[in-house]
């Protein structure tokens, strides 16, 4: 089992859409927010998927970000799944990420658009 390092929690800035070169959809959802190991920082998730699939409930997605931390700042990436919780506006989303310093943590939380927030635990992998 990983070890729990921190907690997370951001608030939904925004979103941003494109279509891709292939015709899909590019969905960037933009959250700022803070992790209790990371501190201050900036991410985006996005989800790419055909037109006809807008209506999704689950599929893929992949993240950027930035932290800042005593002056530091850290870059991280990463890929993972999302799903839509049945019959409301939030999504469970887990994400294995890669940071510029060597971390290798999982991300797993709720986004809730309904409350623009996006809070959840990291742990070491």
């Known amino acids: 089992m990983a070890d729990l390092i921190g907690?997370?929690?951001?608030?939904?800035?925004?979103n941003t859409y494109?279509?891709?070169a292939d015709g899909d959809l590019v969905i960037n959802a933009h959250f700022e927010g803070e992790a209790d190991v990371y501190g201050a920082g900036?991410?985006?998730?996005?989800?790419?998927q055909p037109l006809s699939e807008?209506?999704?409930?689950?599929g893929t997605c992949t993240y950027a970000g930035q932290a800042f931390?005593?002056?530091?700042t850290l870059g991280a990436l990463g890929e993972g799944t999302w799903e839509q919780?049945?019959?409301s506006s939030a999504?469970?989303?887990?994400?294995?990420i890669d940071g510029s310093n060597g971390d290798r943590v999982r991300s797993v939380g709720t986004?809730?658009?309904?409350n623009r927030s996006y809070n959840g635990e990291l742990f070491t992998r």
């Not at 931390?69 to 530091?72: L, V």
């Not at 986004?111 to 309904?114: E, G, P, R, T, V």
Request: without cysteine.
């Open 42 to 48: 900036f991410a985006t998730l996005t989800v790419v």
């Open 69 to 72: 931390q005593d002056g530091n």
């Open 85 to 87: 919780t049945p019959g």
């Open 7 to 14: 907690k997370f929690s951001a608030k939904h800035v925004g």
């Open 54 to 58: 807008a209506g999704a409930t689950s």
């Open 18 to 20: 494109s279509k891709s």
């Open 91 to 96: 999504w469970k989303v887990t994400l294995d």
């Open 111 to 114: 986004i809730d658009l309904a």
